[in-house]
């Protein structure tokens, strides 16, 4: 009986693919760009600053 693959090893996989690969540099080039940048580290503060509120 074969084993189920889990998430890790399949998104590893998926990863190794032409498809993986072409959405990881999509990602690459998207971060590269300062504004986004500036989206990420305000969401990040965003978020880090939650727990403090409750």
């Known amino acids: 009986m074969k084993y189920m ?6 998104i590893q996989a998926f990863l190794q693919g032409p498809n993986g690969r072409r959405l990881a540099d999509q990602g690459r080039r998207q971060l590269a760009k300062p ?15 939650r ?3 409750r």
Do not use: P, V
């Open 51 to 53: 727990g403090h509120r």
């Open 5 to 10: 693959a889990t998430i890790t090893q399949r």
């Open 35 to 49: 504004e986004n940048q500036q989206r990420l580290r305000s969401l990040f503060a965003r978020l880090q600053g």
